[in-house]
């Protein structure tokens, strides 16, 4: 067994209803201001959250879903006028990412956008990160990642200073989710844990996570899609995607989320369904003997089983699954720039731009 260091920093609750617990972990990092970022649809239930707790002194419910550095930069204003001690961020990705981000610069005194550009440090003293997950995908509550847009351009940043203090995990909180987000999300968290496990920096230890992260989706995200009101399901996709952001925390996604990047930039898809539109492609293409022992560890008869599995969701949910359904496409274009994007360089196979180009030819 190769060296390894493993870290995983987060206190996290896990359970139905343990949102109810929010008041006592404040207590517990000694946090008695803070302020709470969510999206629109949570923003009723937030104004009851900061009638009920004190320690809640400004909400801002404006996240966009794909989250914008304006509304990062707002919470952190709002931060700084409210002395916050914490960001607590209640939401999909986008709520957890734009508090992450706000909680990282809101002790500065640069322009945001130094932050985001990394013309200059974030600063030293970031303040704490309280994530509380309302769907089954994104895994941010467990990682040091943060995906902010500004305008058209999307970037992910990794930096300890987004690393959460806590998560609480209330599988209640998905119970409402539509359909089609509930496709899209447990997708997106199959995709971290299979990437997780195939990145070229894998470990043992997220091994372990991604396996049952990869089981227990194959076996309940039809149910969830279906029938939201299982509770069941439900909570066994709360799970698999707390293990899906622990399985790609420290060993980073690939060439799924390489991809989903200029997908989502160029075409607007959605970042689940982004992910999901090259994902049993490159599965296929990069069928190895590590991914036929994580498919065999997740009960599956291989990787064909699972690129069959990964079109049967996408064709269950009507997600998109060709390029003429997402307009004119250039795919020397389109292939260019998922080729040029980091994360394609954690890919267990070397996938250059002529690769990706027949790939996505293959897709028309």
């Not at 089954?136 to 990682?143: I, L």
């Not at 980073?252 to 994902?279: D, I, M, N, Q, R």
Request: hydrophobic content about 45%; glycine content about 6%; proline content about 6%.
């Amino acid at each position: 067994m190769d060296n390894f260091v493993y870290a995983q920093p987060v206190r996290i609750r896990f359970g139905e209803g343990c949102l109810l617990a929010l008041p006592e972990v404040l207590k517990e990092f000694g946090i008695e201001r803070c302020v709470l970022v969510c999206g629109r649809h949570f923003a009723a239930r937030a104004e009851v959250l900061q009638q009920e707790i004190p320690a809640i002194r400004a909400v801002f419910s404006e996240v966009e879903p794909n989250p914008q550095l304006s509304g990062a930069a707002e919470t952190a204003r709002l931060a700084r006028e409210c002395k916050a001690q914490a960001v607590v961020g209640i939401g999909g990705g986008s709520a957890l990412d734009t508090a992450k981000f706000a909680a990282a610069i809101a002790p500065g005194s640069a322009d945001p956008e130094a932050y985001y550009h990394g013309e200059v440090p974030f600063p030293s003293d970031p303040l704490a990160v309280i994530c509380v997950p309302t769907t089954s995908g994104t895994g941010s509550e467990v990682t040091q990642v943060s995906v902010i847009s500004h305008g058209a351009e999307k970037r992910t940043i990794n930096h300890p200073a987004f690393m959460p203090k806590a998560a609480l995990v209330d599988p209640a909180l998905t119970y409402s989710v539509s359909p089609y987000t509930t496709m899209i999300t447990g997708l997106d968290a199959l995709c971290h844990a299979v990437e997780g496990y195939w990145s070229r920096y894998h470990q043992p230890i997220p091994e372990l996570y991604a396996a049952e992260a990869v089981r227990l989706i194959l076996d309940n995200l039809e149910t969830a899609y279906r029938d939201g009101s299982n509770k069941e399901a439900r909570a066994a996709l709360s799970y698999a995607s707390l293990l899906g952001g622990l399985s790609f925390a420290q060993t980073k996604t690939a060439a799924c989320h390489a991809c989903s990047y200029p997908l989502s930039e160029l075409y607007h898809l959605p970042h689940g369904e982004a992910c999901a539109f090259t994902f049993d492609s490159l599965v296929r293409l990069n069928a190895d003997e590590r991914l036929e022992a994580l498919c065999r560890r997740a009960g599956l008869s291989g990787s064909e089983e699972l690129a069959e599995r990964i079109a049967a969701f996408k064709k269950t949910a009507g997600l998109k699954t060709r390029l003429s359904e997402l307009g004119e496409v250039d795919t020397a274009a389109l292939a260019a720039a998922c080729a040029a994007h980091p994360l394609m360089n954690n890919n267990p196979v070397p996938l250059d731009a002529a690769a990706l180009k027949a790939m996505f030819e293959a897709l028309r």
